[in-house]
């Protein structure tokens, strides 16, 4: 396996001379590559042509990522002329075009016509390229012909519920589409009940993410109400959309008695309040089929946080729950550590940056060391616990708890887990929102399809 940072020193294609753009080139027409990245690298026109020239007689390489490259709709057509063409070996099955601001509506419409002619892609991402709704429609248009691509990423292109629709008459006729993320449009309630509509004709979909948006309660309404029908989707991604207590009550009512296939909800940063969170735990009580629960970045407080505890008594299916940036005291991390006691399900229980101190710490120490054989993951850093009182409690998880990663604010040193700083955002607080969501993936060993909130 070899990535083009490895090829005789090389790092990059471009800006290392032209040397090293020779052996890019040659690695590929020799199919010696399965994978090219250039991330952040500027590749020019000229260069972009001469890498899909060589890419025409090549069969091994599988993801091109150029992100943020300042490829152009010139550099796409470029592209084009490897990616499009049934008659030609290339063989590439995910390309990332993410953060090429100046692809627009010109390159919009010939990623348009490269899923028409192409039948190996099936992952494509394209966040942060100024689209817009006016460069959704062909893509769309082009989606409900296509019958290869499985995840499209459409976020950050200020889209509106003009695209929403474009994307639910997709829904509508493509059956193999499997995910879709908008995360970071201008969506609002109207174009989630757009949406809501395709999903009611659709059984492929797994996953969507409609992350930082606007969509309120009133999405969440015709989105439960869509998915009662669902049972396709898996994960569904509702960060950051100002959906409240009304919203948070609203699927509550869809996760009462197993009424959808959804196996993880992210719902970080919606001003989720203590009644919002008393609804969500009570609906899980008798839930079977949640698996991740994302409450990061809302106001939860104790008396939310003790229902949430007091559903783990009887729930052994979730293995995830994230409520991180929350207002969860002493009292409320007491009561949870209790109940981890008699649960055996939880794995990953992130805590960080609430306001419990040295009390509720030591509680969760004991129980984890003493009672709690299974949870693997846990974050507690940023609370309010005394450096000496961390310090002891985190030497004490680190001897005798099963933890394998376990987040404080005592640095790498003293953490299975080092410390981040870089993630997407999506709860109210962006700079923890990055951390928390990287302290995920690394604890997963795996990247989620998309953002947990």
Avoid at 326 to 353: I, R
Avoid at 422 to 438: D, I
Wanted: with cysteine; charged share 20%; proline share 1%.
């Amino acid at each position: 396996f070899y990535t083009l940072r490895q090829i005789d020193g090389a790092l990059v294609f471009v800006e290392m001379g032209q040397n090293s753009s020779k052996q890019l080139l040659k690695a590929v027409e020799e199919n010696k590559l399965s994978e090219i990245n250039l991330d952040g690298y500027a590749a020019s026109e000229k260069k972009v042509r001469k890498l899909s020239t060589a890419l025409r007689s090549n069969s091994t390489v599988q993801q091109l990522s150029l992100q943020s490259c300042g490829i152009t709709a010139t550099g796409v057509e470029q592209l084009s002329y490897a990616l499009c063409n049934t008659a030609i070996t290339c063989n590439i099955r995910r390309l990332n075009l993410s953060g090429n601001t100046n692809i627009g509506v010109a390159g919009a419409t010939t990623i348009a016509e490269i899923l028409d002619g192409n039948r190996v892609l099936e992952h494509l991402l394209l966040n942060n390229c100024e689209l817009g709704d006016d460069g959704v429609e062909p893509i769309a248009r082009a989606l409900c012909r296509n019958r290869t691509l499985l995840n499209l990423e459409l976020g950050t292109n200020s889209l509106t519920n003009v695209s929403a629709q474009y994307l639910a008459d997709v829904l509508q006729t493509n059956f193999r589409l499997e995910g879709l993320s908008l995360w970071q449009n201008e969506i609002t309630g109207s174009g989630a009940q757009t949406l809501a509509e395709g999903l009611q004709a659709n059984k492929s979909l797994l996953w969507l993410g409609l992350g930082s948006n606007q969509i309120g309660a009133e999405g969440a309404w015709a989105l439960a109400e869509s998915l009662r029908s669902n049972s396709s989707i898996l994960w569904l991604g509702l960060g950051g959309n100002e959906l409240g207590d009304k919203g948070a009550l609203h699927l509550a009512g869809l996760l009462q008695g197993n009424q959808c296939g959804l196996q993880s909800i992210g719902l970080g940063g919606n001003d989720i309040h203590d009644e919002g969170a008393i609804h969500l735990a009570k609906a899980l009580l008798a839930n079977t089929q949640l698996r991740s629960l994302g409450l990061g970045g809302n106001q939860i407080g104790d008396e939310g946080g003790k229902e949430i505890a007091d559903m783990l008594k009887y729930n052994q299916t979730l293995s995830k729950i994230l409520l991180s940036s929350n207002m969860l005291g002493d009292s409320a991390v007491t009561f949870m550590a209790d109940n981890l006691a008699v649960n055996t399900g939880l794995e990953l229980l992130l805590l960080a940056d609430n306001p419990f101190g040295d009390e509720g710490g030591e509680h969760l120490s004991i129980v984890l060391c003493n009672s709690n054989r299974t949870l693997q993951v846990l974050d507690v850093h940023g609370t309010n616990m005394s450096r000496e009182g961390e310090k002891a409690i985190v030497q004490d998880l680190q001897k005798y708890s099963c933890l394998k990663k376990l987040g404080s604010s005592l640095g790498a040193a003293n953490n299975t887990l080092p410390r981040t700083t870089e993630m997407e955002g999506m709860v109210l607080k962006q700079a923890r929102q990055r951390q928390e969501q990287k302290f995920f993936q690394q604890a997963e060993t795996q990247s989620n399809p998309a953002a947990l909130y």
